[in-house]
């Protein structure tokens, strides 16, 4: 079973910044990539960022050069700093796991979420 453990999140200002970071454990035995989504109300789940094993990140057109996505794979751990926060940046956070947990058999797993507000 896997096990992803988020952190971060909360109340902000716009124009601040604020920092995720998801930690995962458990039966994992390859990854190929982990990232980031979002879901606003009303609104259905989108990518905010996301970092493959080989390196390569995507990112959201409309949170380049305010969001940055790292992975430390020692740790199995991805950190999202977010930058220049705007109200609509406001939504629940979702860490996402794609990999194997043996040879053959593919995992797509998801956090618990964690709420992230950008208000005056």
């Known amino acids: 079973q896997v096990h992803l453990v988020e952190s971060g999140g909360g109340l902000m200002q716009p124009g601040g910044s604020l920092s995720l970071s998801c930690e995962a454990s458990?039966?994992?035995?390859?990854?190929?990539?982990m990232g980031w989504y979002r879901q606003a109300p009303g609104k259905e789940r989108e990518l905010v960022a996301r970092?493959?094993?080989?390196?390569?990140?995507d990112y959201a057109d409309s949170v380049k050069g305010r969001f940055t996505i790292s992975r430390v794979n020692a740790m199995n751990t991805v950190y999202l700093q977010m930058n220049s926060l705007k109200p609509e940046d406001t939504a629940v956070y979702y860490c996402?796991?794609?990999?194997?947990?043996?040879?053959?058999?593919?995992?797509?797993?998801w956090g618990e979420g964690t709420l992230v507000t950008v208000s005056s």
């Open positions: 458990g039966r994992i035995f390859s990854i190929n990539a």
């Open positions: 996402n796991l794609r990999g194997y947990i043996d040879y053959v058999t593919p995992v797509d797993h």
């Open positions: 970092v493959t094993s080989g390196g390569s990140i």
